[in-house]
């Protein structure tokens, strides 16, 4: 923990009495917002640590998703493009299918030019 000196955190008090914004504090103060906070608001610290606590506890039963695990946007042309693949008559059969082999006619192989 950073330990901050008594003008720092009276300047910090005195920037939030006068309407600042956390985010404004942080650049003016060159300070990492939780470090700025924590030294004004004593609850403060212990509320983010209960609360990192229970969003762990989410994440190891699998109830929320990190910003890594969520699924990425697909440009438009992709879906226009994935959405016309699906068309396609699927004659493939379950091993096929698992396995991810192309439909029929929709391999490398099949367009390839004679």
Known sequence: MTTLSPQTVQKIRDMRAAGHRWYEIQDALDLNYHTARSAVDSDYRERRNIKNAAAKRELSRGKIHTLFER????????????????????????????????????????????
Do not use: H, N, Y
């Open 71 to 114: 699924a990425p946007v697909i440009p438009r042309k992709d879906v226009e493009k994935r959405r016309e693949w699906m068309l396609v008559e699927d004659r493939r059969d379950l091993t096929a299918v698992m396995f991810g082999d192309p439909p029929t006619g929709r391999s490398a192989l099949d367009q390839r030019q004679p």
